[in-house]
T-cell receptor
């Protein structure tokens, strides 16, 4: 079945550092890919999405490119802020009417 | 003007009790979901309803019963609570044609003692 694998956390960075969170997927067909973010004590929010190969999703300085050849959707940000501290979830929508989530990666950004 | 709301936010109860969690969305969405998030943050879908009809029913104990009185509400009733039911439960909704762009509620932290 469909699955998503994220790099294990936690990830701790200093403010203004570069962020990469790796995500790879296994799916039949051509899924849509998503990054959701969960701030402390809150529900998940959609951060960005990509619906086909080579699409780049972007929002709030975060980017991820749908790479079909490597089945990846890595999340990047050039300069993180303390307010980016959260848990980040990679997810896949493959046509089964349900999102398949990765296990989440906790990011802590220190001032 | 909260988009997806859940009550209560915290629920502490003893083993064997029956409890309910309520969810309401004011986004006009057709589909609503219940997720369970364990202590390691792993998120697992439990149920989804589309226009009051059950669409997804994952392998969860039948002590869990969702009820959707209308398309804006999806409640979760849990019978005979067990220690392993302790988790954060999230309600979510999505509109037709955008199944995977889901809006989540703030969560209900259930603690069974």
């Amino acid at each position: 079945g469909d699955s998503v694998t994220q790099m294990e956390g936690p990830v701790t960075l200093s403010e203004e550092a570069f962020l990469t969170i790796n995500c790879t997927y296994t799916a039949t067909g051509y899924p849509s890919l998503f990054w959701y973010v969960q701030y402390p004590g809150e529900g998940l929010q959609l951060l960005l999405k990509a619906t086909k190969a080579d699409d780049k999703g972007s929002n709030k300085g975060f980017e991820a490119t749908y790479r079909k050849e490597t089945t990846s959707f890595h999340l990047e940000k050039g300069s993180v802020q303390v307010s980016d501290s959260a848990v980040y979830f990679c997810a896949l929508g493959g046509g089964s009417e349900k999102l398949v989530f990765g296990k989440g990666t906790k990011l802590t950004v220190n001032p | 003007d909260t988009a997806v709301s859940q009550t209560p936010k915290y629920l502490v109860t003893q083993m064997g009790n029956d409890k309910s969690i309520k969810c309401e969305q004011n986004l006009g969405h057709d589909t609503m979901y219940w997720y369970k998030q364990d202590s390691k943050k792993f998120l697992k879908i439990m149920f989804s309803y589309n226009n009051k009809e059950l669409i997804i029913n994952e392998t969860v104990p039948n002590r869990f019963s969702p009820k959707s009185p209308d398309k804006a509400h999806l409640n979760l009733h849990i019978n005979s609570l067990e220690l392993g039911d302790s988790a954060v439960y999230f309600c979510a909704s999505s509109q037709a044609g955008a199944t995977y762009e889901q809006y989540f509620g703030p969560g209900t932290r259930l603690t069974v003692t």
